[in-house]
């Protein structure tokens, strides 16, 4: 069983940065792809970013390209969210996510594990 725990979430102003950290309990990288998603109040999950096993690809939803940046350090067995020039829009809470069953993924079903979640909170 994976177990993933997510930090680094907080508040902050608008324009400003955060890093979010998904660590797991255990080697996995090699074997899984990870994902962030967010889910805002009153919202569906939405997807975030994702990255493939091995770290070899990444895919962003269009709504953070370019601002957010998603990377991976096996040595830690963390992955990070890298979240600059913040929106009150992206206001939610963030979660991690592990699937071993494909390359890389946009879709939440398709992963085996999940976080607790971490809140961030963005103001204008």
């Known amino acids: 069983q994976v177990q993933l725990v997510e930090s680094g979430g907080g508040l902050v102003q608008a324009g400003g940065s955060l890093r979010l950290s998904c660590a797991a309990s255990e080697r996995i990288f090699s074997r899984y792809a990870m994902g962030w998603f967010r889910q805002a109040p009153g919202k569906e999950r939405e997807f975030v970013a994702a990255?493939?096993?091995?770290?070899?690809?990444?895919v962003y939803a269009d709504s953070v390209k370019g601002r957010f940046t998603i990377s991976s350090d096996n040595a830690k067995n963390t992955v990070y969210l890298q979240m600059n020039s913040l929106k009150p829009e992206d206001t939610a809470v963030y979660y991690c996510?592990?699937?071993?069953?494909?390359?890389?993924?946009?879709?939440?079903?398709?992963?085996?594990?999940w976080g607790q979640g971490t809140q961030v909170t963005v103001s204008s």
């Open positions: 996510a592990a699937g071993s069953a494909f390359y890389i993924s946009r879709y939440f079903y398709q992963y085996d594990y």
């Open positions: 990255i493939s096993r091995s770290a070899g690809s990444t």
